[in-house]
């Protein structure tokens, strides 16, 4: 049974950072692409960002800005976001997310999905 688990969430100031953590059991991450997600209070779930199986490609959704990094470590099978200068808007549940392919994609095609961590950014 796959399971994945992201922490690191919490509050923080604007203008603050986070690096939030997802691990997955039942399954190597190695091959596939991963991916967060986010959905903030009464609006749709959000594309943040993926990473290919080897890290070799990124994309990230049109509010990031530079401002998050996706990376992986597939030796700890685990995939982080590093989120600096958060603003207030970046409130949400953030979910991680896998594919079932190697190729990552600008938010399609993830098949397994984590609870979530919730960032709550204050002004």
């Known amino acids: 049974q796959v399971q994945m688990v992201e922490s690191g969430g919490g509050l923080v100031q604007a203008g603050g950072s986070l690096r939030l953590s997802c691990t997955t059991t039942g399954r190597t991450i190695s091959s596939y692409a991963m991916g967060w997600f986010r959905q903030a209070p009464g609006k749709e779930r959000e594309f943040v960002a993926s990473?290919?199986?080897?890290?070799?490609?990124?994309y990230y959704g049109d509010f990031v800005k530079g401002r998050f990094a996706i990376s992986r470590d597939n030796a700890k099978n685990t995939v982080y976001l590093q989120m600096n200068t958060l603003k207030p808007e970046d409130t949400a549940v953030y979910f991680c997310?896998?594919?079932?392919?190697?190729?990552?994609?600008?938010?399609?095609?993830?098949?397994?999905w984590g609870k979530g961590t919730l960032v709550t950014v204050s002004s």
């Open positions: 990473i290919s199986w080897d890290g070799g490609s990124t």
């Open positions: 997310a896998a594919s079932d392919f190697p190729r990552a994609t600008r938010g399609g095609g993830m098949t397994y």
